[in-house]
């Protein structure tokens, strides 16, 4: 079957750094995706990863590696307004985008 | 950058009456649109995918009969919940992929109350 694993909640110090980390196991690969989504509100794209490495926009960057299906969103200088779900999603052979649970970031000040 | 937009924002209605749920896509055209449906503190669940003049593909559990999906041209697509009860309550969110194939674009959601 197909599964994407990421941390359910994390908790991080306003102006730190924090990494969420996503394992995933698909039929295929065709891409892998990180959404950011506030409570009541729609996912929003933040990255998108298809070659092995570390893509960087702003205070975010994303980290893929294809070999051991591992991709991690790295947020720095974090931000009382980074507090939101992180969802991890994988894009299959057919395709298709499967979702991971998310990961719910708690920014303390 | 592409928007996707939503009507209704929120809805509440009466169990057994039907809504329709409109989505659109502002500035591109979208072959294939997918619909989500997302319960309190969990993640995206895809009901349908969507595809310009043809019928809907729904996933496993999901009752075609009740969620009735009509893709009509490439900037919209309906979802109809039909004898909606309770516990269709959730929060309805489309997306749209465009030509291109690479990004989902999401709509803003639509919040479903069924009294």
């Known amino acids: 079957g197909q599964n994407i694993d990421q941390p359910t909640e994390m908790t991080a110090t306003e102006g730190a750094i924090v990494q969420i980390n996503c394992t995933y196991q698909?039929?295929?690969?065709?891409?892998l995706f990180w959404y950011q989504q506030h409570a009541g509100e729609a996912p929003t794209f933040l990255s998108y990863n298809v070659l092995d490495g570390l893509e960087e926009k702003g205070r975010f960057s994303s980290f893929l590696s294809r070999s051991k299906g591992y991709s991690y969103l790295l947020l720095k200088e974090l931000q009382m307004k980074d507090s939101a779900s992180y969802l991890c999603?994988?894009?299959?052979?057919?395709?298709?985008?499967?979702w991971g649970a998310g990961t719910k970031l708690i920014i303390k000040p | 950058g592409a928007v996707v937009s939503q009507h209704p924002s929120w809805v509440i209605c009466k169990s057994g009456t039907s809504v329709k749920i409109e989505c659109r896509s502002l500035?591109?055209?979208?072959?294939?649109m997918f619909w989500y449906r997302q319960f309190p503190k969990q993640s995206l669940m895809l009901m349908a995918t969507?595809?310009?003049?043809?019928?809907?593909?729904?996933e496993q559990g999901v009752e075609k009969d009740k969620f009735l999906i009509n893709h009509a041209s490439l900037t919209l697509s309906t979802l109809t919940v039909t004898s909606a009860h309770p516990e269709d309550s959730s929060f309805y969110i489309c997306?749209?992929?465009?030509?291109?194939?690479?990004?989902?674009?999401f709509g803003p959601g639509t919040r479903l109350t069924v009294t």
């Open positions: 969507s595809n310009e003049g043809s019928k809907a593909t729904y």
């Open positions: 500035d591109f055209q979208a072959t294939t």
């Open positions: 999603a994988v894009k299959d052979s057919n395709y298709q985008l499967i």
């Open positions: 698909t039929s295929g690969f065709n891409g």
């Open positions: 997306s749209a992929r465009d030509l291109t194939g690479y990004e989902q674009y």
